[in-house]
């Protein structure tokens, strides 16, 4: 079972650089999100989705995108990175009950 | 608005003792659901207990139980007979649930925990 894949693992950009963080679940899930950890902030949430074609914005949505065109499938859009931006980020689905994480994306911005 | 609270960033424990970790939620629904996760220093992040609003007990999973009290809005993890391989960071979250859908999850900020042999 792949379960929830995230790609790349690691990713340096330089600022102002743009770049899509990819995340697949062979779940059927209909709800995916998307996460940044920073120390001492726990995960904070960036975008969700309930389903195809409905997304939602989190606690801290500025400056990434996202769309859901299939229910596999929620990139994440950076379209001008920044050095605030440097994160680990986390995709995750579930039905309803517990989250389904990826192993994560670790991601600096220089 | 959901908000979770874990007012303790970081716990020690004797190797072998319990240990509660804190969860304060705030929520204006009726139907909602708690969640604690385990994120060990190798990143993944591992679901551990959950405990629905409307759950008359408090839910237990081996080693971990969630002490639920609705009233007074907390939600805390005991692990009892700590070991070693317990040390991780451990989140609470929580999802609201409508009668036709459900909503987001919100994560709490964390707390440390280390265990002393």
């Known amino acids: 079972n792949a379960g929830v894949t995230q790609t790349p693992k690691f990713q340096v950009l330089k600022t102002g650089q743009s770049m899509t963080l990819q995340c697949a679940q062979d779940?059927?899930?209909?709800?995916m999100s998307w996460y940044r950890q920073d120390p001492g902030m726990g995960l904070r949430l960036i975008h969700y989705s309930v389903g195809a074609g409905i997304t939602d914005q989190g606690e801290v949505p500025n400056g990434y995108n996202v769309s859901r065109s299939t229910t596999e499938d929620f990139p994440l859009r950076l379209l001008s990175a920044a050095p605030s931006q440097t994160s680990v980020y986390f995709c995750?689905?579930?039905?309803?009950?517990?989250?389904?994480f990826g192993n994560g994306t670790r991601l600096t911005v220089t | 608005a959901q908000k979770i609270t874990q007012t303790q960033p970081g716990m020690f424990v004797q190797e072998k003792e319990a240990v509660t970790l804190d969860c304060t939620y705030d929520?204006?629904?009726?139907?909602?659901?708690l969640f604690w996760y385990k994120q060990p220093s190798s990143g993944e992040m591992i679901f551990l207990i959950y405990?629905?609003?409307?759950?008359?007990q408090n839910a237990t999973e081996g080693r971990y139980s969630l002490n639920f009290q609705k009233a007074r809005k907390s939600a805390n993890l005991v692990i009892s007979a700590s070991q070693l391989g317990d040390s991780a960071m451990y989140f609470c979250?929580?999802?609201?649930?409508?009668?036709?859908?459900?909503?987001?999850?919100?994560f709490g900020p964390g707390t440390s925990l280390s265990v002393i042999p």
């Open positions: 779940m059927n899930h209909e709800y």
């Open positions: 979250a929580m999802r609201e649930f409508t009668k036709t859908s459900y909503d987001k999850v919100i």
């Open positions: 995750a689905s579930s039905h309803r009950g517990p989250l389904h």
């Open positions: 929520t204006s629904d009726q139907s909602y659901g």
């Open positions: 405990q629905g609003s409307y759950d008359e």
